[in-house]
């Protein structure tokens, strides 16, 4: 698409982008376009620590509501943009914030941990906020006895638990693309490239992460292909990653895990794919939309937010 001055829709993006003074965050989960265009791309984790340290006016954050909520929380006087505000997630929808925080009440000796796919308004009823990249590290910085409550995936949560030999509280919440990896599938690729290790984000079921060569967020799957000197991957995460994997390690094969539902070789978030480049355009463009944060909720939810970013700097995450 080009406009009546014959620019292209990526020089469109980047004139507005300098002129507005913006910065585009893009999530690995985004289209290959958008990621390549994007000032920086990263998973949960980086996409707030950009958030918190940028000085452009207005931050476009292609990925979904929780990570442009998140960037609002930590940014209360800048503009968050999303392409698609229907950009919405599973996990977060997982955990609605009366049921919750009636959980919450509910035990209050607890220490709660929240997974950043959760809203603001549950992040307000948390103590500490992780993402994949730091959970592990994080829920073990409390003691091994420490009583905890840990939302919202069950999946992430059975995973620490079984690593730290904790024995946290979990939230029974999932997301709809990690949850529905087809082991036959996997193992029926698995026998096709004999050499191929399997790799896989904690978000997936037991099964799957139990047959996986590697688990890890999605920066510790893209770092692991660069070091692992292993040529061929099978991926058990969403497949918007394997556009950096392959940017990243050239030579190497990444083959995309198969979902058990359908006839499609590869796994997408629908969520994440709703963002265009059209729409990243208008968005710049019109300044719209933009995620709004009720400020009595905004100011609860920036505090385990920012806990979440201390201890992951002393972490050295
Ligand atoms: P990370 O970006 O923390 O790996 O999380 C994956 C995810 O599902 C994001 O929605
Ligand atoms: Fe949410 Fe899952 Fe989509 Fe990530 S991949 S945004 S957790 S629905």
């Known amino acids: 698409?080009?406009?009546q001055s014959g620019e292209s829709l990526k020089e469109a993006i980047d004139r507005l982008r300098k002129e507005k003074n913006a910065v585009i965050l893009a999530h690995y989960?985004?289209?290959?376009?958008?990621?390549?265009?994007?000032?920086?791309?990263g998973d949960?984790?980086?996409?707030?620590?950009?958030?918190?340290?940028?000085?452009?006016?207005?931050?476009?954050?292609?990925?979904?509501?929780?990570m442009g909520e998140t960037?609002?929380?930590?940014?209360p006087d800048k503009k968050?943009?999303?392409?698609?505000?229907?950009?919405?997630?599973?996990?977060?929808?997982?955990?609605?914030?009366?049921?919750?925080?009636?959980?919450?009440?509910q035990h209050p000796d607890h220490t709660v941990i929240s997974y950043v796919n959760t809203t603001a308004a549950v992040k307000a009823v948390t103590d500490v906020v992780v993402t994949s990249t730091n959970a592990r590290q994080i829920v073990e910085s409390f003691p091994q006895d420490a009583k905890i409550i840990f939302a919202p995936d069950r999946n992430l949560g059975n995973y620490i638990n079984s690593l730290t030999g904790r024995k946290m509280l979990l939230w029974d919440g999932a997301c709809h693309v990690h949850e529905k990896f087809s082991l036959e599938k996997i193992l029926e690729l698995k026998r096709e490239y004999l050499d191929a290790e399997i790799i896989t984000h904690p978000e997936c079921k037991r099964p799957v992460i139990q047959v996986s060569d590697f688990v890890g967020s999605t920066a510790a799957l893209i770092s692991y292909t660069m070091r692992s000197d292993k040529q061929q991957f099978i991926v058990a995460t969403e497949s918007g990653v394997i556009h950096d994997m392959r940017k990243k390690s050239p030579d190497k094969l990444f083959i995309p895990a198969p979902p058990n539902d359908s006839t499609?070789?590869?796994?997408e978030c629908n969520f994440m794919r709703l963002n265009t480049m059209e729409k990243l355009y208008s968005c710049l463009k019109n300044?719209?939309?933009?995620?709004?944060?009720?400020?009595?909720?905004?100011?609860?939810?920036?505090?385990p937010v920012k806990r979440m970013l201390e201890l992951s700097a002393q972490l050295g995450l």
Not at 80 to 105: H, K, Q, T, Y
Not at 264 to 267: E, H, Q, S
């Open 1 to 3: 698409m080009g406009n």
């Open 29 to 41: 989960y985004q289209t290959g376009d958008i990621q390549d265009i994007a000032d920086c791309v």
């Open 44 to 66: 949960s984790l980086a996409l707030a620590q950009w958030a918190a340290k940028t000085d452009a006016d207005i931050i476009v954050l292609c990925g979904v509501h929780f």
């Open 71 to 75: 960037a609002k929380i930590l940014c």
């Open 80 to 105: 968050v943009l999303v392409p698609d505000l229907a950009a919405g997630c599973s996990l977060a929808d997982s955990c609605p914030v009366p049921a919750f925080a009636e959980f919450v009440r």
């Open 264 to 267: 499609c070789a590869c796994n």
């Open 287 to 303: 300044e719209a939309p933009e995620i709004c944060v009720d400020k009595a909720i905004g100011d609860k939810a920036v505090l």
